[in-house]
Nanobody
């Protein structure tokens, strides 16, 4: 499967963005999918992940209640709705797919898309 992330941009604090992760080459329904982010000078961190069916989600504490991960397997796409954005959410956001067991470790996600930049101004 190949992944293509999109939807990033510049937004003011308190605003919203929706990121999309479009899959091709294989049905995304076969994969657990995660969104992660990496800010300058920081390690990549898991933001949210969703299981194959969409019934099991996980969020990092820093985004819980503000971000929502969802998937539309018919459209072969996974989304990350980001509300109440803060300057500290500024980062490059990546989506990744995991064929194996459900996990919150980024090391277990072996297919990555290119990143999309999210910049939140104060």
């Amino acid at each position: 499967v190949q992944l293509q992330a999109s939807g990033g941009g510049l937004v003011q604090a308190g605003g919203s963005l929706r990121l999309s992760c479009a899959a091709s080459g294989r049905s995304v329904s076969s994969y657990h999918v995660a969104w992660s982010r990496q800010a300058p000078g920081k390690e990549r961190e898991l933001v949210a992940r969703i299981d194959r069916s969409g019934g099991n989600t996980y969020y990092a504490a820093s985004v819980k209640g503000r971000f929502t991960i969802s998937r539309d397997n018919a459209k072969n796409t996974v989304y990350l709705q980001m509300n109440s954005l803060r300057p500290e959410d500024t980062a490059v956001y990546y989506c990744a797919a995991n064929w194996g067991p459900l996990t919150t470790s980024l090391n277990d996600y072996d297919t990555w898309g290119q990143g999309t930049q999210v910049t939140v101004s104060s």
